[in-house]
């Protein structure tokens, strides 16, 4: 048995854990605090930030130093307010919402089709078929925007929705994680329902889909997590505002109104609360042996 | 492996059917329309037609000054693996040492990670901000000047590493804490029983185990380093494109300045560049790997 960990080891381990949760949390702080700030608060200097945390704490109109009446500088939501209205984010935010759940069911259910003979069948060609899919990773989709985008333009899905979702809507590394999986089940399952007289389409669906369940729900996070935050290819894709997706319409704010820069961090924030939500809700799908096997592909 | 009853030949095709034609479409022929393009000019809204004009575009761009500039940087920006694997090592070690907490302690290291990266860059501009954000505060308090963190070279290379940095540790702390998870219980306590300390257990089981895991990351987060784009395209927004790396300069080439057929020339510059540079990388995985074993 390895002895007991010594009291100052201890300290030491949880003086590293409180440093790294300080600087995971502390720029999310900063951010939602300058969200809140209103017009003419200074967030940036120690002082600012006292302030605005007195007058939020209080809600007096009051200086804390001078003790002086004055304007109120703690919390509002009035940046909210206007991101939402002169940014016209509700648009924004159902885009995103459209694109990345499209993206995750398709990016699941695709997958998962194309895993299944790769996994289970026995056909002419399905190693080299297997290798050339596997070799679409060593591509990066930064050096083929071009192109990508040419074909987008010439099937008349540019500035599209759709234009955004098609390319990305199946991944080779999401094959290779359900082939895996499924690689799992045993084949008696599968042979009694094909005794059952259950067709090769009912058997991956009533078989293997559900047996397969953890890894296709930790698929389904990555494809949120990357298709929520993606901002290269739909700024390429996308001109028009109203198809604009959240991380271009945040973009947009930086630019438009880079005088009153809290509208962007408003922005920002109102970005970044769903994904947090939907990640707190499903993070018991996030087992580090599941990094083990995705990342190896 | 077995061969299901009563599949027709044409069964698994039509199961794998919308993956091929997706990735077919959108990864392979695009792929082989950059080698294309970057022999062409294109003009893309002009009925999309490409008139071949040899190697010409290679010629601009080995004469052209920033696509040098931006391949340098894009090597400066590799000096954010070492780092992340450090951190995330670290990391992972520290939530896998069974403090109180340590699933709390995860979840919240792995928020950075579903952070859409513009949101990450929007904060951390605020604490890079030059004449009052917090770390100029901080470095000005210890007696140092500030740093002109967002609009100089190679200041700004560092603002945007550190968001890369910050964004992408949580991850890599999952990767490794599988390795870790995976190094047996009993080589730790037998290494322990030989009188090995707590140091000794690390160096030579654990770290030993871990070993193939840094590789992978190292591989995995020096390509994702090579094409980086987001991070720097919102943190120091308005860089002079020779200050930043090779995907901007794609970006610049063919959307701001509509020049599709050597943004296709430095596209395919790149993809050799993080070819060679995976090749390498995992000849000296598999020797490490080696070393490691005997």
């Given amino acids: ?297 | 492996m077995k061969g299901v009853i009563g599949q027709r030949w044409y069964t698994p095709w039509v199961f794998l059917l919308p993956a091929l034609v997706v990735l077919g479409v959108f990864f392979v022929l695009a792929f082989v329309q950059v080698v294309y393009f970057s022999l062409t000019r294109v003009k893309l809204f002009e009925g999309g037609e490409t008139e071949f004009i040899g190697l010409e575009n290679y010629r601009r761009l080995v004469s052209t000054d920033r696509f040098w500039w931006c391949l340098l940087n894009s090597g400066i920006y590799l000096l954010v693996t070492p780092l992340i694997i450090g951190l995330s090592l670290g990391a992972a070690m520290v939530v896998e040492a069974g403090l109180k907490w340590a699933k709390g302690l995860r979840l919240v290291l792995f928020l950075p990670v579903v952070t859409p990266t513009i949101v990450a860059a929007i904060a951390w501009r605020a604490a890079l901000s030059e004449d009052a954000g917090a770390i100029n505060g901080v470095l000005r308090a210890v007696g140092f000047e500030g740093a002109p963190w967002l609009t100089q070279w190679p200041w700004t290379l560092l603002s945007a590493m550190m968001v890369t940095l910050w964004k992408g540790f949580g991850f890599y702390m999952m990767v490794f804490l599988a390795g870790l998870l995976a190094v047996p219980r009993e080589l730790k306590e037998a290494a322990y029983l030989d009188g090995a300390g707590r140091w000794g257990v690390f160096r030579h089981v654990v770290l030993p185990s871990v070993w193939p895991v840094v590789m992978l990351v190292f591989v995995i987060s020096s390509i994702s380093a090579l094409k980086v784009f987001e991070e720097l395209y919102v943190t120091v927004k308005g860089a002079a494109i020779e200050d930043q790396t090779v995907v901007p300069l794609i970006y610049d080439a063919a959307f701001e300045r509509g020049d599709y057929g050597l943004a296709s020339a430095f596209g395919v510059a790149l993809f050799l560049v993080i070819l060679t540079f995976s090749l390498v990388n995992m000849k000296l995985a598999s020797r490490g790997k080696e070393g490691a074993e005997g």
Avoid at chain 1, 143 to 151: D, G, K, Q
Avoid at chain 1, 164 to 193: D, T, Y
Avoid at chain 1, 240 to 264: C, D, H, I, M, W
Wanted: hydrophobic share 55%; net charge positive; with cysteine.
């Fill in chain 1, 1 to 297: 048995m390895i002895d007991r960990r010594p009291a100052w080891l201890t300290g030491v381990l949880t003086i590293c854990a409180a440093l790294l949760a300080g600087l995971a949390i502390g720029p999310a702080v900063l951010l939602v605090m300058i969200s809140l700030q209103p017009a003419g608060g200074d967030m940036s200097s120690l002082k600012g930030a006292g302030e605005f945390v007195a007058h939020t704490v209080t809600g007096a109109p009051v200086d804390p130093v001078t003790g002086q009446a004055g304007a109120y500088k703690g919390a509002t939501t009035r940046n909210f307010q206007d991101a939402w209205e002169k940014g016209n984010l509700a648009g924004p935010m159902l885009n995103s919402v459209i694109v990345t759940g499209t993206r995750a069911v398709c990016n699941v259910l695709l997958a998962a089709l194309a895993a299944y003979p790769l996994a289970r069948m026995k056909f002419k060609g399905r190693s080299w078929v297997f290798v050339l899919i596997l070799a679409t990773m060593m591509i990066p989709d930064q050096v083929i925007v071009v192109p990508m985008f040419r074909t987008v333009v010439q099937m008349g899905l540019a500035d599209t929705l759709i234009g955004v979702i098609i390319p990305f809507s199946v991944s080779a590394l999401g094959i290779s994680m359900c082939k895996q999986a499924f690689e799992q089940i045993p084949a008696s399952l599968e042979e009694a329902a094909r005794i059952d007289g259950a067709s090769t389409l009912q058997v991956w669906w009533h078989v293997m889909l559900p047996l397969s369940a953890p890894t296709l729900a930790t698929l389904a996070l990555f494809s949120v997590i990357g298709a929520w935050s993606e901002l290269l290819w739909p700024l390429v894709v996308l001109q028009e505002s109203k198809n604009y997706t959240l991380p271009v319409a945040v973009n947009q704010l930086l630019g438009e109104f880079a005088g009153n820069v809290r509208l962007a961090y408003a922005g920002a924030v109102l970005s970044l609360v769903p994904i947090v939500a939907v990640f707190v809700l499903s993070q018991r799908f996030l087992k580090p042996q599941m990094f083990a096997g995705g990342v190896k592909g």
